[in-house]
């Protein structure tokens, strides 16, 4: 497992390069057909919980550990299903094993780290995020429809459009921490690399 330098943000996320780049090729050409029931339960369970903090902050101006673990762990399945799905694993996503794909969120302590207002405009503040990453979505999607054809061909997954995926979607957890998750009040970088590299 690879260690991040990404200790100056709340979030880290990373997801293991293959061994030697090796993909395999069936799972692949088939991952489409093979990713929905895992995508369609994460989309049933999946979401991340975003009302209750919201009003324990504003309100209370809490956030009780039990609720940061709820959210935290359907975050974690959430990212497994997208790694599976842009091809970034070819391990089927676990509902309870790391796999390949790791996520770090840090535990805030609320009455210094969270503004007790800050949640009511969080989504408002992070528009910016989310038109950047409607093009790098797309993108992301257009270079895993090339990767897919690479690895048909080459079984390997091209290493420079492995970490624009993983940094995309690194960038997207960032922004759902801070927006949706509300476990941060630093907001997101403008970058798909780790903070501190």
């Given at each position: 497992m690879a260690v991040q330098n990404d200790a100056t943000y709340p979030l880290r996320y990373w997801v293991d390069y293959p061994e030697d780049?090796?993909?395999?090729?069936?799972?692949?050409?088939?991952?489409?057909?093979?990713?929905?029931p895992i995508l369609l339960l994460s989309w049933v369970v999946g979401g991340v919980t975003v009302l209750a903090p919201l009003a324990m902050l504003v309100f209370r101006h809490k956030y009780p550990r039990w609720w940061f673990d709820w959210n935290?762990?359907?975050?974690?399945?959430?990212?497994?299903?997208?790694?599976?799905?842009?091809?970034?694993?070819?391990r089927y996503p676990s509902t309870d094993e790391e796999q390949t794909a790791h996520l770090v969120i840090d535990y805030p302590d609320v009455a210094q780290e969270l503004g007790r207002w800050t949640?009511?405009?969080?989504?408002?503040?992070?528009?910016?995020?989310?038109l950047v990453?409607?093009?790098?979505?797309?993108?992301?999607?257009?270079?895993?429809?090339?990767?897919?054809?690479?690895?048909?061909?080459?079984?390997r997954y091209p290493r420079g459009i492995f970490r624009f995926v993983v940094?995309?979607?690194?960038?997207?957890?960032?922004?759902?921490?801070?927006?949706?998750?509300?476990?941060?009040?630093?907001?997101?970088?403008?970058?798909?690399?780790?903070?501190?590299?």
């Open positions: 780049g090796r993909v395999n090729r069936l799972t692949t050409a088939f991952r489409a057909i093979w990713i929905l935290l762990e359907l975050l974690r399945f959430s990212a497994r299903v997208a790694a599976y799905q842009y091809l970034l694993t070819d949640p009511l405009v969080k989504w408002f503040l992070a528009i910016p995020h989310y990453l409607m093009v790098l979505g797309l993108v992301s999607v257009v270079a895993v429809i090339v990767a897919w054809f690479v690895i048909l061909v080459t079984g940094g995309v979607q690194r960038w997207k957890l960032r922004v759902m921490a801070y927006a949706f998750l509300l476990v941060t009040d630093r907001y997101p970088p403008f970058t798909t690399r780790p903070v501190g590299t």
